[in-house]
């Protein structure tokens, strides 16, 4: 038995290839048509009315049946009422061919139009100016589609300025085919316009103080529904809750106020990451994120961050507190450890401290204090110190296009931050850097980006060798100078070697000063190349040396931003080396 089965099985597959055509094929048209005599709107609104061509025998049948009604109904939705319409049938088989021909006629044209608000929208200037504006104009040909838009424009808008009851009472086409006019009626009766009322929700979820701050309207206002929008739009961009449902409730309004429920459910409570990357600044890299977006009503959220890296190995926590608005006003706490290469020293980290946030329109301003420890070591030296440091920080992003690959944009930096040895710190400082960078695409497939950064910080005499290497400045990387290895380019000092020998460290500038210029061309809209020039120095006062990197990569777009690989020569060098370059991201 089991080998006559099995004779069986490679029978059915040997026949297998002879049926797969069959099975697999598309089903055939069984009737072409073609429409001549009209152009344009009309045509297309033909072509629209009649669908695709049939693809078996009965629907055929009832295409070639239905044709002459579906062309003239597609006519007369655009004011031709007195079309000729001929049809020439070739019923050769499997193929049978249609030649629709029209002669469409005159259209009827608009003779008089009669619009009346009726209610408190009658002298509402936004329902009057949609009247005015209705597109309906005497003397043009009568278009169906314009009229319905009319209406459905009318009854939405009534809806968004509040008339909760406004409805068409009213509403006709009258059309005299022989005198090739028509007359449109329309009667639409707002009844009251609404003001807001109360908002319900669920205060074990939101306190009500920042359900305040997100509020778009008070109570007693009129009733608007872009501006119900924006409030939902807010609370959702909190992040607080998986989905917000903001509506009124008419059946419970009270008088001319109605109202606003607000459904909400909340977001994970929990959420983890893990991430790879690579970037031959800082070489392979793992990482998780725990994110806690709303701890309690009062809008609390923590994000836990750790990240390893040969070369940076980090970990961080913060704590965020809506101050005034979630959106808009946050104060931060944070702790922060961390280990990094600066030239030749060895940084270790830790930072805790405090900062508070605000938006105000495009632009971002903080002020902060952060406790920072850091102990460094370089060949032959170690040193650790303690800084108190408060600051300020200005910024604004601005942008055109996807943000993971803008087609312009300009984003600025300035920060500002100070130590004194009677405020905690072990030294006196002054630290300041600001940033530019611009993109612009001034023709198609053609992209400019330029960037620039600048810093500098004053120490007391005496103090210089007491500057931990995170506040000193340094070069060379892939967002820095390429054509130089990651934060290769400093200051450097001559120290002694025990054998006597002399070496050159680089132990980190007091001023800062790079730009670098970079255009690119898009092959296609994933695919571009680029060709850039970095220049720049980290330096001590007095003894800056322009650095030059120049070099070419290739960009590929990823919805998390470019791929970016990239070859670049250290130039201004004696005996250039290449460097090769992996990075992935957004550029803003």
Known sequence: MKSSALCWCICLLQLLPLFMPAVLAAPAATLEYSVTGIEGDLRKNVRAYLGAAPQNEQDRLNFVASAKGKVRDALQALGYYSPEIAIDLQRTEPL?????????????????????????AANDETMLALVAGSGLVAGEALHHGRFEDFRKKLLSTGQQRGYLDGEITRSRVEVQVEAGTADILIRYDSGARF????????????????????????????????????????????????????????????????????TLHAAKRHTFEVGVGYSTDTEGRVSMTWRTPKINRYGHSQVTRVEYSPVNPSGRFTYSIPVTNPLTDVAQLWARLEENEYGDIKSRQMESGARREIKDGKWIYSYALRGLNESWDDLYSSLSNNYLLPGASLSSREHSGALVDPKGGFNQLYTLEGGNQQLGSDIDLLRMTAEWRYIATPWPRHRLVTRAEVGAVETADGDRNNLAPSLSFFAGGSQSIRGYAYQSLGHEETVIQPDGTTRRLVVGGNRLAIASGEYQYYFTDTWRGAL????????????????????????YITPVGAVRVELANSVSEENPDWYFHLTIGAEF
């Open 195 to 262: 003001r807001f009322g109360a908002v319900r929700y669920d205060e074990a979820l939101i306190s009500p103080a920042l359900v305040d701050a997100l509020l778009t309207f008070e109570t007693g206002e009129y009733y608007d529904q872009s501006r119900l929008r924006k409030f939902q739009s807010n609370l959702q961009a909190t992040n607080f809750f998986s989905s917000v449902i903001v509506q009124p409730l008419r059946e419970d309004a009270l008088g001319d106020q109605v109202p606003i429920e607000v």
């Open 96 to 120: 049978w061919s249609m030649q629709v021909t029209v002669e469409p006629g005159e259209p009827v044209r608009i003779r008089d139009i009669d619009i009346q608000l009726l209610g408190q």
């Open 532 to 555: 850039f020039v970095d220049a720049g120095d980290a330096f001590d006062e007095g003894n800056f040396d322009t650095k030059v990197g120049a070099g070419f990569g290739v960009h």
